[in-house]
């Protein structure tokens, strides 16, 4: 039997969470820390992605930079831990995520086929069955 990475991921997360004094469990279950951990994850995703972005060439205009391709690898990794800990926050584990995701997928790909012409979040409240 194969390793279930994202499984790992997600218990990893929540080890280094604990030792770090989050627990995901007692957050997801209080509706007020749940908003203030999710923003936090949010925030701290923004600035993942802006240390991604500047680890390749933005300044069109500037001639001088080079891509650090190590370093972006790291920050993906980096907004990684911060998703992780979200999904946890929001109540989701690596089964759910998954589930999640392969549905959502669906829905991107229905959204392709037909063009993509409208915005509609209904779609979206449909994988909730709402």
Same mark, same amino acid.
Do not use: C
């Given at each position: ?18 030792? !770090? ?5 007692? !957050? %997801? ?32 205009? #500037?001639?001088?930079?080079? !891509? ?25 584990? #690596? #089964? ?15 959204? %392709?086929?037909?063009?993509? #012409? ?13």
């Amino acid at each position: 039997m194969s390793e279930d990475r994202l499984e790992t991921i997600f218990a990893m997360q929540k080890e280094l969470n604990r030792k !770090i004094g989050v627990d995901t469990d007692r !957050i %997801q279950a209080d509706p007020e820390a749940q908003k203030t951990w999710l923003l936090n994850y949010a925030r701290a995703m923004s600035q993942e992605v802006a240390e991604l972005t500047d680890s390749v060439p933005w300044k069109w205009w #500037a001639k001088y930079q080079k !891509i650090d391709l190590d370093n972006a690898k790291v920050e993906i990794v980096d907004l990684l831990h911060f998703l992780v800990s979200a999904a946890q926050v929001a109540g989701l584990d #690596a #089964a759910g995520l998954h589930d999640l995701y392969t549905r959502k997928h669906r829905v991107n790909q229905d959204r %392709q086929k037909d063009g993509y #012409a409208t915005k509609d979040e209904g779609d979206n409240r449909a994988l909730f069955g709402k």
